[in-house]
């Protein structure tokens, strides 16, 4: 082979590993910018120096979760189905995927909402008949984050009659914990609960706990509870919740997606909780947390939120210990 050639692949081979960070990610693997695609409740799990993210099916036709792969954050490769609906599921939407690693298992967390009269007798709510449709959180495992993820039982796991959605691990003593919403269509004013898993993760072993309602949080809150999740603070050890809500607009009619944020300092889901602050209010939500392989604490949400217009937009936040900030 002619010694430029060699030299010049040699030097490509050098870029590629410096721009990728070792991930085994080319950037011709890479042809979307963080702008290029719409995204609903990105959720990152950041391993091995690849940051997976993953997407709901639902919003291109697909019955099932997708994912996408960058080295960093900025740059991303085209989407790979991870989940698939079983067939004779008879789902209608696929809502909120979240990838979990926990003893060496790799556990999604995702929201099916079943097509009319698939489990829903008891779902009914006097007065409440036209919101409501069979909605719940399933838990599917796998041995890899790309897949394939099966589920751990053909349903939800919270009771089948409340209708619930955006489940999220939370493991406190080394007992995991799901958190989720019981839904305000059906409660009117949304709940946020949690409740212990079962080692398989397919049921739980205690009834769940209310840990507030919507329209606690604050003055002009609105009804509706979204998209928990929880980060441990490892300056104090204090825990904190972050989750979205239909804040009333002060200026003019209407509302703007918001996040949420409230702190446990001893640490624990029980609490006792800080009342809520207002983290982010720019018409955008549904965010978690994850940390970059250079250090930096991330928030991730979509926004606007404004269909078809959802990005994946990405802040570097701080914890103080006491609270969670978003740097200027």
């Not at 009269?117 to 796998?142: H, I, M, T």
Request: hydrophobic share 40%.
């Amino acid at each position: 082979m002619n010694k430029s050639i060699v030299g010049a692949t040699a030097l490509l081979t050098v870029v590629l590993n410096a721009t990728c960070g070792f991930a085994g990610i080319t950037p011709l693997e890479t042809p979307f910018a963080r702008t290029d695609f719409r995204i609903r409740d990105p959720f990152i799990l950041a391993e091995r120096g690849v940051y997976y993210l993953y997407e709901s099916g639902s919003l291109n036709g697909v019955q099932g979760v997708c994912v996408r792969r960058s080295a960093d954050l900025e740059h991303w490769t085209g989407k790979t189905q991870v989940m698939r609906v079983a067939g004779d599921t008879p789902v209608a939407m696929v809502w909120a995927p979240e990838v979990h690693k926990h003893n060496g298992v790799y556990y999604l967390f995702v929201t099916l909402t079943l097509g009319q009269g698939a489990y829903e007798p008891a779902l009914l709510v006097a007065g409440r008949e036209k919101f409501l449709a069979p909605r719940g959180v399933w838990v599917y495992k796998a041995e890899s984050p790309t897949g394939p993820f099966t589920p751990v039982k053909n349903g939800p796991v919270p009771p089948r009659d409340w209708m619930t959605l955006d489940g999220s691990l939370y493991v406190e003593d080394g007992r995991p914990y799901m958190v989720f919403c019981h839904e305000w269509c059906q409660m009117k004013d949304g709940l946020m609960c949690y409740a212990p898993l079962a080692p398989d993760f397919a049921s739980f072993t205690a009834a769940p706990t209310v840990l507030f309602s919507a329209s606690e949080a604050m003055v002009g809150a609105g009804c509706v509870t979204d998209g928990p999740f929880l980060w441990r603070s490892e300056k104090s050890g204090a825990l904190y919740m972050i989750w979205s809500n239909a804040m009333k607009r002060t200026d003019k009619e209407g509302s703007d997606y918001c996040i949420f944020a409230r702190t446990s300092p001893g640490g624990r889901i029980a609490g006792p909780w800080s009342k809520d602050e207002l983290l982010f209010r720019k018409d955008g939500g549904h965010g978690m947390i994850f940390k970059a392989f250079d250090g930096r604490l991330m928030l991730t949400l979509h926004q606007p939120n404004v269909t078809p217009a959802e990005r994946m937009a990405l802040f570097e936040i701080e914890d103080t210990g006491a609270a969670l900030r978003i740097n200027p």
